[in-house]
């Protein structure tokens, strides 16, 4: 596959996002560097990720700009991949699933086994290369999932909420996938429920609320000494919500 010139940093100025007469993304900005590891944590409904489809430009926002500081002129979806939550398996088998993204990629046939089976063996899915991938463990769908975005060597890789659902060994299976993947110098922009897992694996952290983002810090930082108030309260495991009022809307704490 043809290396692209890096796509990074990655700049959002002022975005908004609505959606059924709601405001959802409020004003955000932010900048993510080559080769980190980010994870947006926050209550649910905090926009976490709406701000990864956002950014893999799955949405567009009503105002404000999402640039791709480096890809000067060059198409960006590229050098990106995305898994979410659940990803989509396509009928047929583990080996034909990870061979049909990179046909999409356009890459020659005569070049794809080796590079399916060196992905195959990275992810720990030799076992089940040819096994019907809709019948596969969650788990092993989520490597796969993670298998068919990583054999084309993304330079970001979007990743929302990744370890939902699984038990602790798949858990820590998908957690050194991540950590493998960064270590080959992709950036990666995930989401995560979890705040033991996102201070496994954080580099940068970003907290939302509401929509907004209230914090962004390199994890120790963070973990340490937020400077946010509600931030401190979802670290301390304090139940946060918002009330709306006629003329704001306040943050409602419920402590332990």
């Known amino acids: 596959?043809?290396?692209?010139?890096?796509?990074?940093?990655?700049?959002?100025?002022?975005?908004?996002?609505?959606a059924g007469g709601r405001k959802l993304i409020k004003d955000l900005s932010c900048q993510f560097e080559a080769g980190r590891k980010y994870v947006v944590i926050g209550p649910?409904?905090?926009g976490?990720?709406?701000?990864?489809r956002l950014s893999h430009g799955l949405l567009k926002p009503d105002t404000g700009q999402i640039n791709w500081v480096g890809a000067k002129g060059q198409n960006p979806k590229r050098a990106q991949a995305m898994v979410s939550q659940r990803s989509v398996m396509l009928r047929r088998s583990a080996y034909d699933n990870i061979d049909y993204a990179l046909s999409v990629r356009g890459v020659k046939r005569?070049?794809?086994p080796d590079l399916i089976n060196k992905v195959i063996d990275q992810t720990g899915l030799k076992r089940v290369a040819h096994k019907y991938?809709?019948?596969?463990?969650?788990?092993?769908?989520?490597?796969?999932?993670?298998?068919r975005a990583w054999?084309?060597?993304p330079q970001v890789l979007f990743?929302?909420?990744?370890?939902a659902s699984l038990d602790p060994p798949a858990t820590h299976s998908i957690e050194e996938l991540i950590s493998e993947i960064s270590a080959?110098?992709?950036t990666v922009i995930m989401t995560c429920h979890d705040l033991g897992q996102a201070k496994r694996l954080a580099s940068d952290v970003l907290f939302m609320f509401r929509g907004r983002l209230k914090e962004m810090a390199p994890a120790e930082q963070f973990f340490t000494k937020p400077e946010n108030d509600l931030a401190q309260a979802f670290i301390d495991g304090h139940l946060i919500w918002w009330k709306r009022r006629p003329d704001r809307d306040d943050a409602q704490i419920l402590e332990k």
Do not use: F, W
């Not at 596959?1 to 609505?18: C, D, F, H």
């Not at 990743?159 to 370890?163: S, Y």
């Open 159 to 163: 990743l929302d909420e990744p370890t």
């Open 151 to 153: 054999v084309l060597k």
């Open 44 to 46: 649910n409904g905090a």
């Open 184 to 186: 080959e110098g992709t």
């Open 110 to 112: 005569s070049l794809r």
């Open 1 to 18: 596959m043809r290396k692209i010139p890096s796509i990074m940093p990655l700049e959002l100025q002022g975005v908004n996002y609505a």
């Open 48 to 52: 976490k990720t709406l701000l990864l």
């Open 133 to 147: 991938a809709p019948l596969l463990s969650l788990g092993e769908q989520q490597r796969l999932a993670i298998a």
